[in-house]
């Protein structure tokens, strides 16, 4: 990008943390339209996010049932996983300008 300081510039881990965030939202979302539109009470859509987010999120799944505790194990181990991926992307691209 021309026009942008590097200091300003989206650094790669930031990037791609923000993409998993987008994906596990987009899942999240998934999941509740089918398990919403599923009249049967036998969808294991809820499943596919909280594999999405694990294993931050098999932590929080032993709160109290209901939808809400599902909804924040997804959400809070969607974030610890993107904290951990812009973590390692960075730990990573240390090295690359040293050579």
């Given amino acids: ?3 942008i300081p590097d200091r300003r ?3 790669a ?3 791609i943390a923000i993409a998993y965030l987008a994906v596990c939202a987009a899942l999240l979302v998934w999941a509740l339209v089918v398990t919403a539109a599923d009249s ?3 969808s294991m859509a809820g499943v596919i996010p909280l594999l999405a987010t ?3 999120s098999f932590v929080l799944l032993v709160l109290p049932d209901g939808a809400a505790m599902v909804i924040l194990a997804v ?3 969607a974030l610890v996983n993107a904290a951990i991926i812009n973590w390692c992307a960075r730990a990573l691209s240390r090295g ?3 050579e």
């Fill in 1 to 3: 990008m021309p026009g």
């Fill in 9 to 11: 510039r989206p650094k």
């Fill in 13 to 15: 881990g930031a990037i």
């Fill in 40 to 42: 049967s009470d036998e």
């Fill in 54 to 56: 694990a294993p931050a």
């Fill in 75 to 77: 959400a809070v181990g």
């Fill in 96 to 98: 690359r300008g040293r």
